[in-house]
């Protein structure tokens, strides 16, 4: 068996269409578009990227987008000080706070005073919370790019056997609760877990979000499996420079799986696309329901209905 691929970009860039529709409706409604806002503090070189990146293709879809900027040296008197007034901006619907901070600001401290209904990244405990006890709630986005991925290749979730090697609070733990409030038999794994290789043979889906190259070998795939990779991993690429590689050993696992997704290309372009939709949802709900998370959970339902609509008919 060769696996298909599953096109992240390609899914991405039809979700972003839909979103870049929704801004424009807003801007003719609200006199406004939605407003994002990327904090960053210090110069971590990975971190410039993804937020140079989150703010160029926020701009394409439409959105307001602003990058603020702060040296390594900022207070975390003074980060909450600027998150609060971000809070009290009503241009504002979204505010992301680019992991990770510098060591001497407690994340968590910061996380808890950004306003849960611009909370875009899904972070702060109240939308954490909100989503663990199956309330509405803003989700993170790399799990709700993974749970759009596998509903583009599987329509009945009910009753499958999923692994989701990985645990973090950005990826893992909230995946985990997605996919089992969609019907699914959640394992959890991690650095502790023993006899992994015999848990993922078992699973009709394998999400790897560990960070470890190559951790997912072809044999650990049940035939006809469906393989997501959240990982990115930098490695050497022999000369002086490096690639990028997911946690699965691409080749073997395809030989295998009933579909796959790659790296680059495949979960990472949904992580942004989510973050639009994310603050697109938090405008709509702003503006209309006093950012309300039920409001957040109605519009996307309304544009994903949209999307899996066209899907199904192409
Ligand atoms: P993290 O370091 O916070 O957590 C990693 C988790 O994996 C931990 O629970 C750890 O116990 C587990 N783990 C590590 N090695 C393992 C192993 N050998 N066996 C079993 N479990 C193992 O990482 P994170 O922030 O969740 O990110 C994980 C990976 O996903 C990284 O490569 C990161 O770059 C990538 N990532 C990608 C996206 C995207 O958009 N594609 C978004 C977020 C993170």
Redesign the pocket.
Known sequence: MTAARIDGKAIATALKLRIANDVGTFQLQHGRPPGLVVVLVGQDPASEVYVRAKAKQARATGLQSRQLVLPTETSEMRLVEIIESLNRDTSIDGILLQLPLPAHINPFRVLETIDPAKDVDGFHPYNVGRLAVGQPAIAPC?PLGVLHLIKHVVHALAGLDVLV????N???KPLGTLLGDAGCTVTG???Q?RN?SDICRRADIVVS????PG?VRGDWVKPGAIVID????RVDDGHGGYSLVGDVAFDEASERASHITPVPGG??PM?IAYLLMNTMSAAWSRATLRGSPAGVNQFQLKTLGRLSGTARSS
Request: hydrophobic content about 50%.
């Open positions: 790399t090697i990985g645990r973090s950005i990826v893992g794994a991690q650095l877990t992994l979000a560990a960070g470890s951790l959240v990982g990115i991993n979960v990472g992580t």
